[in-house]
């Protein structure tokens, strides 16, 4: 019993608020609804756009490639032509550039490779 008479003692100790309605009002919640509502947008232009949007313009179509007039006599020039080949000169200046050619470029891959000495 003495447990319950401690409990009803410090409910009536205990501090009570104030719950008025003044209290409860929000101020700064009432100034936002109240500009909220007292907003008027400005009405927006109807050419407002021209500077912002490019007009649009349609692809237009690529024209199909035309055959030559003559092309019988062409494939003929084509066929009579010589063709180029590369001169004698050509392949001794590539071997010289680039060692003895292929026989020599295996056989140095095929020869054994001494490791290199750690220097301590």
């Known amino acids: 019993m003495s447990s319950l008479r401690l409990l009803r003692q410090a409910a009536r100790s205990a501090r009570t608020f ?3 309605a003044s209290s409860r009002r ?3 919640q009432e100034l936002y609804i ?13 050419d ?7 007009p649009f ?3 237009q179509p690529p024209k199909p490639p035309t055959l030559p007039v003559d092309l019988a006599a062409e494939l003929a020039a084509y066929d009579a032509a010589e063709p180029t080949t590369t001169g004698e000169s050509a392949a001794t200046s590539s071997a010289g550039e680039f060692g003895q050619g292929a026989e020599a ?10 490791p290199a000495e750690a220097h301590h």
């Open 105 to 114: 470029f295996l056989t140095f891959l095929e020869a054994d490779v001494k």
């Open 34 to 46: 109240k500009e909220l509502r007292a907003y008027k947008p400005s009405p927006v232009a109807k």
């Open 57 to 59: 313009s349609p692809i």
């Open 18 to 20: 104030s719950t008025s």
């Open 26 to 28: 929000d101020i700064v």
């Open 48 to 54: 407002a756009h021209l500077g912002a949007v490019k």
